[in-house]
């Protein structure tokens, strides 16, 4: 039977010494009871205490930790099916394999592009954040996996079915915690003994969840402590169920051979193919979606599905409610105003910049809601709009008084006219795509 914060506060030291990480033993009592936190996390728990509370708080899914922790990637330890229902607490990370078959001048360039892969939205860096290194039938696989680790700064994923290539590999770079991928029902015993000396996470893989779980348990008693289920995602609609059944079978009936976090490797004939099944299993419910393709275009469409599904439903996701500058402004430049909802100012940021027309953007806090919904929802106002612009001083940046207002709210214009100082109010565009081309020919004009 699952206990309460309050129980698990009364077997805690109650010293609030915050070696946890957290404030208060209170906070972490609560922690461990919202399964968030293992009870191990506390370092001056008493051994008696451990017995009491160790099988009834351990967390369903277990928290799994690629790399070391400069560049660690941490997974696991969710506590729905469903975003709604709170939130998913660790974001799923995008994998790209280097294949053997590379030279070692293309494995570098590959690598060159992973690194590059870096994008910007909503204010967020989107990026991969695992490199796979295939080992079986490379001439060097340890000079080949030292120099990788020494080109990039993500976590590795050591790729290989022959267990004496990946003990010599995994012994070498023990250190930087690189996940051995992927022990079956033929190299388990083998791949355990390696991830047990080694203290690695070992990802495992089976045909059924009967055999994945029989798979983990035998893992798990040979000591290895770090387990990832591995899925294939030749078929898509049976790798969605078995994730689901995974996820299900842990969260709802606390089934621990399938408490672990859970990876899909992406083969697919075409890149666009490949790129369309990875978003799929990242949205559900891929801890790590490994996959071949590296251009930007393949990328970036996952990590934006990544982005989208991880955040969390509770917080509204805005931007701070005061005068941004785009570009180098001057009294001469013009003075939009948005909502502080992210989407909304980054895309209206976003086309300011591509308008190459320096600008001042004033932000309005409408409780992170959009136009529409923040004029639906009585969040703004034309009065509001106005005690923001005087609040941030607008005025003073500018010598003229014209105020370019979002195409959405014309009905705003008379009323900012009549109680302001903005005496010529510039109904804008109604889409952000507009915004360069109404810079540009009306503003200029």
């Known amino acids: ?32 009871a919202a399964k968030q936190k293992a009870l191990d996390e506390c370092p001056h728990v008493t051994e008696e205490s451990k017995s009491s509370l160790s099988e009834s708080t351990a967390p369903p899914m277990k928290l799994v930790r690629i ?23 660790r974001h799923a990370g995008l994998a790209v394999r280097i294949e053997a078959s590379l030279s070692d001048e293309e494995a570098t360039a590959k690598l060159k592009k ?10 967020e860096r989107l990026l991969v954040q695992l490199v796979g290194i295939e080992i079986d039938g490379v001439a060097d696989p340890v000079a080949r996996v030292k120099a990788i680790v020494g080109g990039c700064c993500l976590p590795v994923i050591l790729i290989g079915s022959d267990p004496d290539t990946m003990k010599s590999v995994a012994e070498a770079v023990k250190d930087e915690r690189p996940l051995l991928y992927r ?4 190299s388990i015993d083998a791949f355990a003994s390696i991830a047990a000396e080694c203290k690695l996470p070992l990802a495992i893989h089976a045909p059924g969840l009967e055999a994945l779980a029989d798979l983990t348990q035998k893992a798990k008693d040979a000591g290895v402590e ?27 009936k606390q089934f621990r051979p399938l408490g672990c976090p859970s990876m899909v490797e992406v083969n697919r004939g075409t890149p666009e193919q490949e790129t369309v099944v990875a978003g799929t299993f990242a949205a559900k419910y891929a801890g790590i979606v490994l996959v071949n393709g590296v251009e930007p275009w ?29 570009g180098s402004p001057d009294e001469n430049s013009p003075v939009l105003f948005t909502t ?29 809601l959009g136009v529409l919904n923040a004029y639906a929802g009585d969040k703004i106002s034309a009065e ?23 195409g959405l709210l014309p009905i705003f214009r008379a009323e900012i006219e009549d109680t302001s100082e903005w005496n010529e109010v510039i109904i804008g565009p109604e889409s952000a795509r507009e915004i360069p081309t109404f810079l540009v020919n009306t503003w200029k004009s």
């Open 1 to 32: 039977m699952a206990m309460t914060g309050m129980q698990i506060y009364k077997l805690l030291p109650r010293t609030n010494c915050k070696d946890c990480g957290l404030p208060t033993c209170m906070a972490f009592a609560m922690q461990v």
């Open 67 to 89: 790399g070391p922790d400069e560049k660690k990637f941490e997974f696991g330890q969710e506590t729905v099916m469903f975003r709604h229902e709170e939130k998913f607490h």
């Open 114 to 123: 992973v690194n590059d892969n870096v994008f910007t939205r909503v204010g």
């Open 183 to 186: 022990a079956d029902e033929g």
């Open 226 to 252: 770090e387990l990832i289920l591995s899925f294939d995602g030749e078929k898509v609609g049976d790798t969605v169920r078995d994730l689901t059944k995974a996820r299900r079978a842990a969260l709802k």
């Open 298 to 326: 393949q990328s970036l469409p996952v990590l934006v599905t990544i982005q989208d599904v991880y955040t969390d439903p509770q917080v509204p996701n805005t931007v701070e409610a005061k005068l941004y500058e785009i």
């Open 340 to 368: 502080n909802f992210s989407l909304t100012y980054f895309s209206v940021e976003g086309e300011v910049e591509r308008s190459k027309v320096p600008a001042y953007i004033a932000v309005v806090d409408t409780e992170g």
């Open 384 to 406: 509001k709009v106005v005690k923001a612009l005087a609040e941030q001083k607008a005025s003073e940046k500018v010598k003229h008084r014209k105020l370019i207002i979002p």
